[in-house]
């Protein structure tokens, strides 16, 4: 059973960092693509970041030089390190894996405000 569990969420003001984690089980995390959306209240979900089971990563220009992912194949766990944030960077950021796309996890809430 395909678990993606997200953590790290919170209220931050404009300027400050996050970090993310997602907590897989259920797949084989060690050879699955994986990523980061964003969904902010009456958007659509946005592909923020992508990692390659061989580390190779890829950014939405809204955050490229501001967000960095990262994963830990011995902890099945991907990471979201957010810098230099922006109210406009305030959504339910979900983790997905390559290989059970049809599956999304609860997702965690970012809010950037003063």
């Known amino acids: 059973q395909v678990q993606l569990v997200e953590s790290g969420g919170g209220l931050v003001q404009p300027g400050g960092s996050l970090r993310l984690s997602c907590a897989a089980s259920?797949?084989?995390?060690?050879?699955?693509?994986m990523d980061w959306y964003r969904q902010a209240p009456g958007k659509q979900r946005e592909l923020v970041a992508v990692?390659?089971?061989?580390?190779?990563?890829n950014y939405a220009d809204s955050v490229k030089g501001r967000f960095t992912i990262s994963r830990d194949n011995v902890k099945n766990t991907l990471y979201l390190q957010m810098n230099s944030l922006k109210p406009e960077d305030t959504a339910v950021y979900y983790c997905?894996?390559?290989?059970?796309?049809?599956?999304w996890g609860q997702g965690t809430q970012v809010t950037v405000s003063s």
């Open positions: 997905h894996s390559r290989l059970a796309a049809d599956y």
């Open positions: 259920g797949i084989m995390f060690r050879i699955s693509t």
């Open positions: 990692i390659t089971s061989g580390g190779s990563t």
